[in-house]
Each structure stands twice: as C-alpha cells, then as structure tokens.
C-alpha cells in the first residue's frame, strides 16, 4: 500500500511539474483526491463582507478549503475593475484551489424565445470565462423563470443547448435544484431533465435547504451516480416548516436539523470524491471577519462530515 502511494505521489507530482504547477496545489490536490469529501468555499458565504474575488480567493485558502466557488458577478466585477482572468487563474493555483464549481443566472430557461437566446449568449460567454480561471462546473438554476411551471420536457431540451455549450467551453453545467422555485423544484425534476436531456454528460446540483424546502426528501441521492452529482451545496436549517423557511435561514452545517449524518452516508457511498460546497446566506455570519466565518464553517462542515 505505501508502495502504491508513493508511486501515485510521484505520478501526480511529475505530471503537475509538467503543468508548472506548484508543489503545494499539487499535493493539495492528491490530499482531495484521498478523501471522501472535497471541503469547498461558495463564495455567498463570505457574501456580505464585500471583498473583491482575489482576497475571497486568499480566504478560502487561509481558511483551509480544498477548493473554492465563485460568482460570475465577482470575477466580472475584477475585470472591470483592470484585473485579468490569468491573474485569477495564477492566485487559485498558487494557493492550492481548485474551482469546483461557479455561480451563475444566466436565463437559459425561460419561455420567451429573445430572452432565452440572450440567456444562452450570456451562458457561453460566463461558462468561456469561468473556464479561463480553471473551472470545471457551473450552476445552472431556473434563473428568470415565470412563476408557471414549464413542462419538464422543454425545460430538458433547453438545458441540452446549454449542455451543449458547455462541451464548447469544457464546463458542466449542473441542473440545481431549487426548492423556492416553480421549476427544478425538487430533486426528481433536475433528475428528470438529466435525464431526458440525453447528454451524456448531464449533472445535477442538490442543495440541503432547498432539498428541505421543496420537500423532496433525502432517499433519491442514492440514485444518482457520482458524474451525476459531483457537487452538493452544504448547510443547514432551523425548524420552521418548509412553506415558511427563506434562504437567510441558513445556517452552518450542525447547527441546523437537516439529516446530515445521512445525506453525507448517502454521498460518500459512491467511493469517489464528492465536492461539498459551503452555501450560506446568513446575515449574522456576514457581520463577521470574512476569515473567521469561512474557518468556522469549514470546522463544521468537517465535524458534520467526520
């Protein structure tokens, strides 16, 4: 066994040194590659601190994270502010990131057929971006959507042009689940778009408040399969009834009384890596120093995970 794990170091480490890549990102990785759970910073958690992406970026790492997931509207806001996407691709791979995933809206969904192309321009040129700084994934929500629920059918032919995209760029784009929404609204919705997509490399999104707030119950993760689901956003909730609890409810993971401990014995059973993404939008959080927030939610993402 230590054999084998010293050949793999060796292996990772001549293949990052073929990519100039840093010693320290490389072992990061192999580490990440080890585990069970990827531990990743979304960026709403440090949200109302207003930092701009390059010091949420230095966060993340001093924090701890294995990865890092921004918001398109932050590295749109560093390039209009003179910074470069290289800049941003330089910093993550010096510190030790990955980026797992991104945040995005654009309107790929909607009815109107004008605002649904304009959607689809404003995807490729996100997706082209997100790329540039070593994405892999992006989210893709109901974003725009009438308060009508579409039929599931055209929603799966629209997420396929925007899958398609994606295979352009060289991201995923993952189907989220919204629990607020009229559209994705539960698990067995993104899953039936995958589906019926037909992409081959069709993905969905989980969130544990939203899986909570549209009722879908825990039980359907098991379907899925890791390519299926790579990523999960991670926190938790108080007890107020679905109908009735809004996203600034959040709280860290633990704290709350989501079936972690189940979810996470779900997720981890694949036997491949699963990227858990911290996803908060507390109001009391974000009166905190940005790294002392991002360190307690890393410690209880980590205990919820042990």
């Avoid at 945040?103 to 997100?130: N, T, Y």
């Avoid at 549209?214 to 993760?221: A, H, M, T, V, Y």
């Amino acid at each position: 066994m230590t054999h084998n794990i010293l050949s793999r170091r060796n292996i990772l480490l001549s293949t990052a040194a073929a990519a100039c890549l840093p010693l320290g990102a490389a072992i990061a990785q192999e580490k990440a590659a080890a585990a069970p759970f990827i531990f990743c910073l979304n960026a709403a958690t440090i949200m109302g601190q207003k930092l701009p992406i390059a010091k949420q970026i230095e966060v993340a790492a001093k924090a701890g994270y294995n990865a890092f997931e921004p918001w398109v509207r932050d590295i749109n806001d560093h390039v209009k502010n003179g910074g470069t996407l290289a800049d941003l691709r330089k910093q993550i791979t010096d510190s030790g990131l990955t980026i797992e995933g991104s945040i995005g809206f654009a309107q790929w969904i909607v009815e109107d057929d004008a605002k649904r192309a304009k959607g689809l321009e404003d995807a490729k040129r996100d997706m082209d971006m997100v790329a540039q700084i070593g994405a892999k994934r992006t989210a893709a929500p109901a974003a725009g959507a009438p308060d009508q629920a579409l039929d599931l059918r055209k929603i799966a032919e629209r997420y396929r042009a925007l899958a398609d995209i994606g295979d352009k760029a060289g991201i995923v784009p993952l189907i989220e689940v919204w629990g607020h929404s009229k559209n994705l609204t539960r698990l067995s919705d993104a899953t039936y778009v995958a589906i019926e997509s037909h992409h081959p490399k069709a993905a969905v999104l989980p969130d544990v408040f939203h899986l909570y707030k549209g009722e879908s119950g825990i039980e359907g993760l098991a379907v899925l399969s890791r390519a299926a689901c790579p990523v999960i956003h991670m926190n938790d909730y108080p007890a107020i009834e679905p109908a009735k609890v809004k996203d600034e409810n959040r709280v860290f993971p633990g704290d709350g009384i989501a079936p972690l401990k189940q979810i996470l014995k779900i997720m981890s059973a694949v036997g491949t890596p699963i990227v858990l993404s911290l996803e908060v939008f507390n109001r009391e959080y974000w009166k905190l120093d940005a790294l002392e927030c991002a360190k307690r939610g890393l410690e209880k993402m980590k205990a919820a995970a042990a």
